[in-house]
């Protein structure tokens, strides 16, 4: 049976007061992502195609950041959530079929709890069906009240709610899933008779089985669901808990996460089998660190290819690629640009910047390669410097295989360095060195016998 298409709309209209931003709520980062986007990837996993997201507050700078895979609706002045979905109404009207709905600052929703709340509204042929929960404390919440039967058949806001109301512990997500056209016919007669004045979403469940139809509920028992993100400390305890969740999936998928406190991995990261991070270690943006590598302590890696059986050690690469059996560190800086063959050795306090250092490269203290290029073999000796840049202008190094670059070398960039030469330690170099060739461009030394034994004997007469 093909599978009936699903819409999606998220509520990301509210300003979020108790945020203290400028930024509208969800545009928020979790994770690295905004909290928006978490929820729209969730909607993504359960099928939705393009979900609708309904903006108010700041509405061009989440347009802006969410991107065309999403559709907009402008809800320009805030009346509630049940005003704000039918702002979703012009943007669906070709959808027929269910709908999920969720708010756009629960960051934790996952796809598998939205697809599970689908596929028991199109199992059952309700007209609603609402994602509940059964809280300790359901202060602030609004409450389930079912029927007889145990139909669910209002909710009642904390605010509107009387004292045995409040005592009711099963409380409304606001994930819902509703039969399209059924929610879209039921929005326009809501009413703001409530302590808000607010056209309540909550009102439609009420408005729906008055009529006859039917409401299904699912609970769902992991309370993460639902963790809201009101103020700043809210999103920090959401962005721990996806972080964990993250941490959990790697490490059930074969990765050994050393501490799971200080270890922070982004969404969009690709951990082969027996990689090991190390503690203190932030593994973001679009990375992949291959099978056997091992990451940390100490150590930031963003947007980079690390391969397998490396080692990066309390070190900071950004748009990195390393190749298989590489290592770095302790406290290099790889920067955008640094392409590393296999086998290459980068030691303490090197920077590496739009260079490639092709196979069984060493670079291993205190050294700046920048804009170069980099033969297999060759050895970099300690204080090396590319001076790459003239004020005005970037210049390249070519440096060719099986090179040896003696230490304190500085080369004046654009430079050309053949195959097999050897630089003397100390030399400035400022003219290309043919392949084989030793260069040396550095004061000549000199030797003067006795002199210092002279000099103190003339000192010490100075003074007595
Ligand atoms: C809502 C539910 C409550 C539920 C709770 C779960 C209603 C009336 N109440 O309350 O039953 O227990 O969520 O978290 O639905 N929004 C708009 N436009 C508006 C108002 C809100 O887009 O005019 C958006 C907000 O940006 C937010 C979401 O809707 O993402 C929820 O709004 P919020 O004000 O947080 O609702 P709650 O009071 O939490
Ligand atoms: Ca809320």
Known sequence: MQAQPVAGIILAAGKGTRMKSDMPKGLHHVCGLPMVEHIGRAMKGAGVERPVVVVGHGAELLTEALGDSYAYALQAEQHGTGHATLMARDALSAHDGPVLLTPGDTPLISSRALTELLARHVETGAACTMATCILDDPTGYGRILRNATGMPVRVVEEKDASDDIRRIKEV??????????????????????????EYYLTDVIATLASSGHRIESAIFHDQELLMGVNDRWQLAEAAAALNRRILRQHAL?????????????????????????????????????????????????????IGSGCTVLMSHLSGVKMGEGSRCGPFANLRPGAVLGEHVKVGNFVEIKNSELEEDVSVSHLTYIGDSHVGSGTNIGAGTITCNYDGFTKHRTEIGKNAFVGSNTTLVAPLQIGDGALIAAGSVVTKDVPADAMAVGRAKQEVKEEWAAHWRRRKQSDNS
């Open 253 to 305: 998928a074969g990765v050994t996460i050393a501490d799971p406190i200080n270890t922070f991995i982004g969404p969009d990261v690709v951990l082969e089998p027996d990689v090991t991070v190390e503690p203190m270690t932030v593994i973001d943006g679009k990375t992949r660190i291959g099978s056997g590598s091992r990451i940390g302590p100490n150590t930031r890696v963003v947007n980079s290819d």
């Open 172 to 197: 409304c997500t606001s994930i819902y899933c509703f039969d399209s056209q059924l929610l879209f016919e039921t929005l326009p007669s809501l009413r703001n008779e409530n302590a808000q004045g």
